[in-house]
């Protein structure tokens, strides 16, 4: 099964930006549509935005539209995940997730890791 991992997350001030990214065990990243989620605690993984393998945006998360932006780098080996404007409220375990198109459930795709923990506090 393909190992996915996550990283980036961290701690950042309110207004502040991260930047995540992911990667997975062997270069095929670039074939598929990568999905990232979120899960806060005590409340269920959120789809927050899922990147095609052509490099399209589908943003899930209204409250990350316009602060939110993914993208792959020009090998696509990597996808990340640049998070700026930070909000409180987007505290959570980030996860990406691959699979063969972008969905709006983690449990549709095919792999994803561990998560990477992002605290947002001043």
């Known amino acids: 099964q393909l190992q996915v991992v996550e990283s980036g997350g961290g701690l950042a001030r309110p207004g502040g930006s991260l930047r995540l990214s992911c990667t997975a065990s062997s270069d095929v990243l670039r074939y598929y549509a990568i999905g990232w989620f979120r899960q806060a605690p005590g409340k269920e993984y959120e789809a927050v935005q899922c990147?095609?393998?052509?490099?399209?945006?589908?943003n899930y998360a209204d409250s990350v539209k316009g602060r939110f932006a993914g993208s792959r780098d020009n090998a696509k080996t990597t996808v990340y995940l640049q998070m700026n404007r930070l909000e409180s409220e987007d505290t959570a375990i980030y996860y990406c997730a691959v699979g063969d198109r972008c969905l709006a459930e983690l449990w549709d795709y095919d792999s994803w890791g561990q998560g990477t923990q992002v605290t947002v506090s001043s």
């Open positions: 990147i095609t393998s052509g490099g399209n945006i589908i």
